[in-house]
């Protein structure tokens, strides 16, 4: 079967993002400018006189970009003209704009443009960041001997940078870069991309940093064995060990402090014996957790962010056979709780709780955060762009929101209440995997994940079902089937964590202060 099984993997390339000083002649030029020098016929030299005829002008305003082709090719072939309204201060339309442009130049097939953007728009990040995330292309198609290569992307952008701060746009093209690898991974589909092989890209993030990062392995049997019954079960009935991977990252070796991100790593999620009725094609996407968790962790380490984080993936394939686990069956979790198999397809927080409780007793973390594509009640709750946060500090939940809304992803808080925590109640075991109804699943979910909190341990669970599926895309973070949704956000996250040399234990003291 595995050599009738395509890898989407080498079939996705990024594009090639290079900065430049200053505006060259180019043939292909991608001009952003205020729309109120369009209204005042504020033109910069090279485009003057390009606007003069009115219905042009006016075309262009009830557009916001147009194609101009010069009649001597003094600065460029043609260019396509954007316009940005300053009036409006949010950044996320000059990202939305990036998207535009983006898919401007594809429909002409351009494979290399050159990006300038009006010294008054400062965004020019921003704007490299949407370009890149828009231009993501992940597809196999056919080709016949002697064919050319179908056109896939854009390859090469180079971004005018006019003496704007290039450590700032880097960070925003390395979020971009750290969103696509995410989204190349979520993507495989759910025959390549099993347990071992998500093992596989985890050896790869260790082999590549050995100096700064460890890795353990715990694998089938021996989860067992050392007591992690619930993810073991989950795994069990396909023939693919289920296994958790454990990344160990010492980016900061003056501090004694650990923090920890655990990711739900379902490769394919059939439902188990109770199979799924609905959307079954997409779950090998029941993996976004762990790709984005693997994916900002991959960026963190590769920014060398002053931090030491321990990252758990919890991998496994849930699927139907002779060993499979069963509704009723009573798990003994890896902290001592028993839990009551309510239903086979809430199998990702039984993969999580023991790998969380894992994660706390040996690694001793001061934060932990568990990341997963729980739940449809989310979507239910909050639609599709917007993830839910759980957690057991308010200041943590308002600290990862604002992460979220610095790279134009949606959070919401979500609550876990006393009704909550009763509806997961088992008359015969200590907890069950299921609530007694089907009404506020998604904090159901969220009170079983806290009962694997540690005492003292500071702690959010992130629900990102909905926006990570692309059920109802909206570009440029937003893509159909597989988004990358949450590594930009975890990554920023560290990364203010970092630059504010904050410890974990300040993080209410940090919030209350904003």
């Known amino acids: 079967i595995k050599r009738m099984l395509t890898s989407l993997l080498p079939f996705h390339t990024t594009t090639v993002p290079k900065l430049v000083p200053a505006l060259e002649k180019c043939v292909n030029l991608v001009a952003v400018l205020p729309k109120a020098f369009v209204e005042e016929n504020k033109m910069p030299d090279f485009l003057d006189g390009y606007l003069t005829n009115n219905l042009k002008k006016e075309m262009l305003l009830a557009d916001n970009y147009m194609w101009l082709f010069p009649e001597k090719a003094d600065k460029y072939e043609q260019c396509l003209l954007l316009l940005h309204d300053n009036k409006n201060s949010k950044l996320g339309t000059i990202h939305k704009l990036a998207a535009t442009a983006v898919s401007q130049l594809k429909a002409r097939k351009i ?15 921003v704007f490299t960041n949407g370009m890149l995330l828009a231009d993501y292309t992940l597809k196999i198609n056919k080709q016949k001997e002697g064919e050319e290569q179908p056109y896939k992307r854009i390859e090469e952008l180079d971004f005018v940078t006019e003496g704007r701060n290039e450590d700032e746009i880097n960070w925003w093209i390395h979020l971009a870069k750290t969103c696509n690898y995410t989204r190349n991974l979520l993507r495989q589909t759910g025959s390549v991309c099993n347990p071992k092989w998500m093992e596989e890209r985890a050896r790869e993030i260790h082999e590549a940093h050995k100096d700064k990062v460890d890795i353990e392995v715990i694998c089938g049997e021996e989860l067992k064995e050392k007591g992690m019954n619930c993810i073991y079960a989950v795994g069990h009935g396909s023939v693919e060990a289920p296994r958790i991977v454990v990344l160990n990252y010492k980016g900061n070796p003056e501090s004694n402090e650990r923090l920890a991100m655990i990711g739900k790593g379902v490769t394919f999620d059939s439902g188990g014996l109770n199979l799924k009725t609905m959307l079954i094609e997409l779950m090998h996407m029941d993996k976004g957790g762990s790709t984005a968790v693997l994916g900002a962790f991959k ?88 993830a839910a946060i759980f957690s057991n500090k308010d200041e943590l939940a308002m600290d990862l929101k604002a992460a979220g809304e610095q790279v134009f992803e949606k959070y919401w808080h979500m609550p876990i209440f006393d009704d909550h925590e009763a509806a997961i109640k088992s008359s015969i075991a200590d907890i069950k995997n299921t609530g007694k109804h089907r009404w506020g699943g998604a904090c159901q979910a969220g009170a079983f994940m806290k009962c694997f909190v540690e005492e003292g341990v500071e702690w959010a669970h992130i629900d990102i079902a909905g926006p990570t599926m692309g059920f109802d895309p909206k570009p440029p973070l937003l893509i159909p089937n597989g988004t990358g949704f949450g590594a930009q956000m975890l990554l920023q996250f560290f990364k203010n964590l970092s630059k504010q040399k904050l410890l974990t234990t300040s993080l209410s003291t940090h919030s209350k202060k904003k």
């Open 299 to 386: 960026g963190i380490v590769e920014a060398g962010l002053k931090v030491n984080l321990v990252l758990g993936l919890a991998l496994a394939e849930n699927s139907i056979g002779h060993f499979a686990y069963k509704p009723g069956d009573i798990l003994t979790s890896y902290n001592g709780l028993t839990v009551e198999v309510g239903n086979t397809d809430a199998e990702g927080r039984l993969c999580m709780c023991d790998t969380m409780a894992y994660v706390q007793r040996q690694y001793k973390p001061k934060l932990c955060m568990d990341v997963a594509t729980l739940t449809g009640a989310c979507i239910v709750a909050l639609g599709t762009d917007t």
């Open 111 to 125: 494979k290399k443009a050159t990006v300038w953007l009006h010294k008054e728009i400062e965004a020019l990040g």
